[in-house]
């Protein structure tokens, strides 16, 4: 576990992203067309279960508290740096979308397909900086708890994206199409189309 002066940082990285993540909220289009109720109740679940296993150190399972990484200065610093990177990768990829954001699975009124900035390297640029950020967490913490933590983020993350590709796919059918064949979801610079420029499956 990160001593306190040493999870100070970590701290304050997360929580001036939240603040930024809160203010820009107020500033967005009116929703068009929300996700159901159940699909926002599985990802709200699991990300409950991802604060609670970074929070709480004594876990009802001692396995969780066992370290698979030794504490180590490089970790910290690795996972410091993977952090302060996700993070603004997130941040970068809210700015770009604009009024468009929304925290739940939206269509907004005049709802644009945006390929800008981070766009340009995978669809779901957010979800890739929170993952990049969390994962700098489980290098810097070393415990199974943090691992899990990464596991079931990842896991909010896939079926949160699947209902937005439906989403999108619905409302910009043939755009969203040749997006899908150039871009990959989530990891930059990995193959995920056709040659002949029709949507992977």
Not at 36 to 62: D, E, K, N, S, Y
Not at 70 to 87: D, E, N, Q, R, S
Request: net charge positive.
């Amino acid at each position: 576990m990160l001593r306190s002066y040493y999870g100070a940082p970590f701290a304050v990285l997360w929580l001036a992203w939240l603040g930024y993540w809160i203010a820009a909220a107020r500033h967005v289009k009116a929703t068009r067309r929300r996700e159901p109720i159940a699909t926002r109740i599985v990802h709200v679940a699991l990300m409950a279960l991802v604060g609670l296993l970074l929070a709480v150190r004594r876990q009802p399972f001692h396995w969780l508290s066992e370290r698979f990484i030794a504490p180590a200065m490089a970790a910290y610093w690795t996972g410091l740096i993977l952090v302060t990177a996700g993070l603004a990768f997130a941040v970068w990829a809210r700015i770009c979308l604009g009024r468009n954001w929304s925290g739940l699975v939206t269509v907004k009124r005049e709802h644009e397909l945006i390929r800008t900035g981070p766009y340009r390297f995978v669809r779901h640029p957010i979800y890739t900086g929170l993952l990049l950020a969390m994962l700098g967490m489980v290098i810097a913490i070393g415990e199974w708890r943090a691992l899990l933590a990464f596991a079931l983020m990842a896991v909010a993350f896939l079926f949160k994206l699947k209902v937005e590709e439906r989403f999108m796919s619905e409302s910009f059918p043939d755009e969203y199409a040749r997006y899908r064949a150039e871009v990959p979801a989530l990891i930059p610079f990995t193959i995920c189309g056709r040659r002949d420029g029709r949507a992977a499956t």
